[in-house]
């Protein structure tokens, strides 16, 4: 079963622009790599991350082979209003993982 | 965006392995003192103790740092949530159980020897929790394992060496001194004689246990001490002990003693 984390900073105020970062448990293997009897390990990588605040679509990012183990992702959010993010990690082999938070500056 | 993008060259690595190790035994060889042959009870080879954390690059530090990033922090979070959900019931919250991961490996009473951390939890596992059975290096033992040592961050280790302690003990010292495999190295002459000097770009370091379990980048996963030694054990073209050998946890006790005051970082990353 993945593990995600999340940071969202606290005491954000409307308009700020906010960093925020992601860290999610898989292996991305490359599909490259062979095991030790030479046999090609298949490839399984995560594709997709995407963001929405309600139903905005915030962010979005496509994951390639090349990327390490257990990405760490982040991205700057302008804080204009407030709702839940809805966070999505999808991958081959039907992996996917969401994450909720709530998204609350201050006015 | 960032994302983290590095994957080993892994041949290139090995030849010039191949290429620091030949180089390390020509060193050994001159520079081993002769009273190393014959260790005298207790006395500490090492002068001064450093964290493996001091010959990592700057970037790998800041990772082990970043309270949020370092990536073993995933494994301290599955642990906690493993914890809540089979062992509450009878430990309650995990933070009561500080101070009992630096006393490990120790001597006990039911397994009738020495173990350690990860053998303790898994004892506990499956005669206590009723759990079925998993390897040494399952991730579930690691995250259990890595969460319960993460609540001991900051302090030292506090083994016990005497009493049904001290053989276990006696035996790792003595291997730690032993030269073996075709390299006909021991783990004194990488980790003592030649620390500081550099193998395949890599500085070697006093062979610390204070930072498993470890994520490492080159593994890009989180692993043991074991797993570690068995690496060492490789480098030096001897045949590996299994996962949770008694060798690996008589080894493990003798390190911890050796650490003397270095205060515990699980979970560290290295490179």
Same mark, same amino acid.
């Given at each position: 079963?993945?593990?995600?984390?999340?940071?969202? #900073? =606290?005491?954000?105020? =409307?308009?700020?622009? $906010?960093?925020?970062?992601?860290?999610?448990?898989?292996?991305? &293997?490359?599909?490259? =790599?062979?095991?030790?009897?030479?046999?090609?390990?298949?490839?399984?990588?995560?594709?997709?991350? !995407? $963001?929405?605040?309600?139903?905005?679509?915030?962010?979005?990012? /496509?994951?390639?082979?090349?990327?390490?183990?257990? #990405?760490?992702? !982040?991205?700057?959010? =302008?804080? &204009?209003? !407030?709702?839940?993010?809805?966070?999505?990690?999808?991958?081959?082999?039907?992996?996917?993982?969401? &994450?909720?938070?709530?998204? /609350?500056?201050?006015? | 965006?960032?994302?983290?993008?590095?994957?080993?060259?892994?041949?290139?690595?090995?030849?010039?392995?191949?290429?620091?190790?030949?180089?390390?035994?020509? %060193?050994?060889?001159?520079?081993?003192?002769?009273?190393?042959? @014959?260790?005298?009870?207790?006395?500490?080879?090492?002068?001064?103790?450093?964290?493996?954390?001091?010959?990592?690059?700057?970037?790998?530090?800041?990772?082990?740092?970043?309270?949020?990033?370092?990536?073993?922090?995933?494994?301290?979070?599955?642990?906690?949530?493993?914890?809540?959900?089979?062992?509450?019931? %009878?430990?309650?919250?995990?933070?009561?159980?500080?101070?009992?991961?630096?006393?490990?490996?120790?001597?006990?009473?039911?397994?009738?020897?020495?173990?350690?951390?990860?053998?303790?939890?898994?004892? %506990?596992?499956?005669?206590?929790?009723?759990?079925?059975?998993?390897?040494?290096?399952?991730?579930?033992?690691?995250?259990?394992?890595?969460?319960?040592?993460?609540?001991?961050?900051? @302090?030292?280790?506090?083994?016990?060496?005497?009493?049904?302690?001290?053989?276990?003990?006696?035996?790792?010292?003595?291997?730690?001194?032993?030269?073996?495999?075709?390299?006909?190295?021991?783990?004194?002459? %990488?980790?003592?004689?030649?620390?500081?000097?550099?193998?395949?770009?890599?500085?070697?370091?006093?062979?610390?246990?204070?930072?498993?379990?470890?994520?490492?980048?080159?593994?890009?996963?989180?692993?043991?001490?074991?797993?570690?030694?068995?690496?060492?054990?490789?480098?030096?073209?001897?045949?590996?002990?299994?996962?949770?050998?008694?060798?690996?946890?008589?080894?493990?006790?003798?390190?911890?003693?050796?650490?003397?005051?270095?205060?515990?970082?699980?979970?560290?990353?290295?490179?």
């Amino acid at each position: 079963m993945a593990k995600a984390r999340i940071n969202i #900073p =606290r005491n954000i105020r =409307r308009g700020d622009l $906010v960093e925020i970062k992601t860290l999610i448990t898989h292996p991305m &293997e490359t599909g490259f =790599r062979v095991d030790s009897l030479g046999v090609k390990i298949p490839r399984n990588i995560l594709t997709q991350f !995407s $963001v929405a605040l309600n139903d905005t679509l915030v962010f979005q990012a /496509d994951l390639q082979p090349g990327i390490a183990a257990n #990405p760490f992702i !982040s991205f700057f959010l =302008r804080a &204009e209003q !407030s709702g839940q993010l809805t966070f999505t990690w999808t991958g081959q082999h039907g992996f996917t993982h969401v &994450e909720t938070r709530a998204f /609350d500056p201050a006015p | 965006m960032a994302l983290r993008t590095w994957r080993p060259a892994l041949l290139i690595r090995r030849l010039s392995y191949i290429a620091g190790i030949l180089y390390l035994v020509a %060193c050994s060889g001159i520079s081993e003192p002769a009273e190393h042959h @014959q260790p005298v009870e207790f006395e500490r080879t090492l002068t001064e103790v450093r964290s493996g954390f001091d010959y990592q690059a700057a970037e790998t530090q800041a990772l082990q740092q970043d309270d949020f990033a370092n990536p073993g922090l995933l494994w301290v979070d599955s642990g906690r949530t493993l914890w809540a959900s089979e062992c509450t019931a %009878c430990h309650g919250e995990i933070d009561a159980m500080a101070g009992i991961a630096r006393r490990y490996p120790k001597f006990d009473e039911a397994a009738a020897r020495v173990i350690n951390l990860n053998q303790r939890i898994e004892l %506990c596992r499956t005669q206590q929790a009723i759990l079925p059975a998993l390897p040494y290096e399952a991730e579930e033992r690691l995250a259990l394992t890595v969460a319960l040592t993460h609540l001991d961050q900051g @302090q030292p280790f506090a083994v016990d060496i005497t009493g049904k302690n001290a053989a276990a003990f006696h035996r790792g010292r003595e291997y730690f001194y032993t030269r073996r495999g075709q390299m006909n190295l021991a783990c004194h002459h %990488c980790h003592e004689v030649n620390a500081g000097k550099r193998l395949r770009g890599e500085a070697l370091s006093q062979g610390q246990p204070t930072g498993y379990p470890t994520y490492r980048l080159q593994w890009q996963t989180l692993g043991s001490l074991h797993r570690r030694l068995r690496f060492c054990n490789a480098a030096l073209r001897a045949a590996p002990f299994d996962f949770g050998a008694q060798e690996y946890v008589d080894l493990e006790l003798f390190l911890a003693w050796r650490a003397a005051n270095l205060p515990l970082e699980a979970p560290a990353v290295r490179r």
